[in-house]
């Protein structure tokens, strides 16, 4: 028997473990690096994802627990001038499908879109020569993925979000390039939550560094 207050739980857990990948904008090394204006580049990620632990609080909660995600991610960007800086308009679309149990209880399945993500970084300083990059990048997430309060497994939130990175990325020796990314995310309200009520989520902040 799964009582309320860990269905509650599972769902939150769940529901952020889906949406990870857009939880916050994970830099990979040299995303920053741009390319010329009229560039048009799409790009397709797949991941695949099994979690077989699950914690109420500090404690971790007894049975057969897991969650299998399988998460493709579509992306679509084109480089331009805005008003002599580059800019590059971005639309990410993530969709898959994700099941769990907890334990040993079948707590179902959820498959197809999720949240849209549009954003438009642009270089606020843009030195080619030296390899040095200041980016500035503003992205919107918008509540197009599948939900269902009554379910505890989603793909999408519900609510808008709003996240802005600032990326440094400089060549520090020849053969060496360093990245450092800072985000923060705002998160809109989601008046139908899983269990019932309201939720809300403080500011999210995360930095990331990565050596080449």
């Known amino acids: 028997m799964i009582n309320q207050?860990?269905?509650?739980?599972?769902?939150?857990?769940?529901?952020?473990?889906l949406s990870s990948y857009t939880h916050a904008l994970d830099l990979n090394a040299g995303d920053y690096d741009p390319a010329?204006?009229?560039?048009?580049?799409?790009?397709?990620y797949h991941q695949n994802g099994l979690?077989?632990?699950l914690y109420s609080g500090s404690h971790a909660v007894p049975g057969v627990n897991k969650l299998h995600t399988q998460i493709s991610i579509v992306?679509?960007?084109?480089?331009?001038?805005i008003g002599?800086?580059?800019?590059?308009?971005?639309?990410?679309?993530?969709?898959?499908?994700?099941?769990?149990?907890?334990?040993?209880?079948?707590?179902?399945?959820?498959q197809g879109l999720s949240d849209l993500i549009v954003g438009i970084p642009f270089w606020a300083y843009n030195n080619p020569k030296q390899q040095t990059y200041f980016v500035v990048a503003p992205f919107l997430?918008?509540?197009?993925?599948?939900?269902?309060?009554?379910h505890a497994v989603n793909l999408g939130h519900n609510r808008y979000r709003g996240l802005l990175q600032?990326?440094?990325?400089?060549?520090?020796?020849?053969?060496?390039?360093?990245?450092?990314?800072?985000?923060?995310?705002?998160?809109?309200?989601?008046?139908?939550a899983v269990g019932?009520?309201?939720?809300?989520?403080?500011?999210?902040?995360?930095?990331?560094?990565?050596?080449?």
């Not at 207050?5 to 473990?17: C, I, P």
């Not at 010329?36 to 397709?44: D, R, S, W």
């Not at 053969?175 to 008046?191: Q, R, Y």
């Not at 019932?196 to 080449?212: D, I, N, V």
């Open 196 to 212: 019932g009520g309201t939720l809300s989520q403080k500011l999210g902040y995360q930095l990331q560094t990565s050596a080449r």
């Open 141 to 150: 997430y918008i509540p197009t993925g599948s939900y269902d309060a009554n």
């Open 51 to 53: 979690y077989n632990s």
């Open 84 to 110: 002599g800086k580059l800019a590059v308009p971005v639309a990410i679309l993530p969709f898959g499908q994700g099941s769990s149990t907890v334990m040993g209880n079948s707590m179902g399945r959820d």
């Open 36 to 44: 010329p204006a009229g560039t048009t580049i799409g790009n397709l």
């Open 166 to 192: 600032l990326a440094f990325s400089t060549q520090v020796c020849p053969k060496i390039k360093l990245d450092i990314a800072a985000d923060t995310t705002v998160h809109g309200k989601n008046s139908d």
């Open 75 to 81: 992306s679509l960007m084109h480089y331009m001038d």
């Open 5 to 17: 207050k860990l269905f509650t739980t599972f769902a939150l857990f769940t529901s952020m473990t």
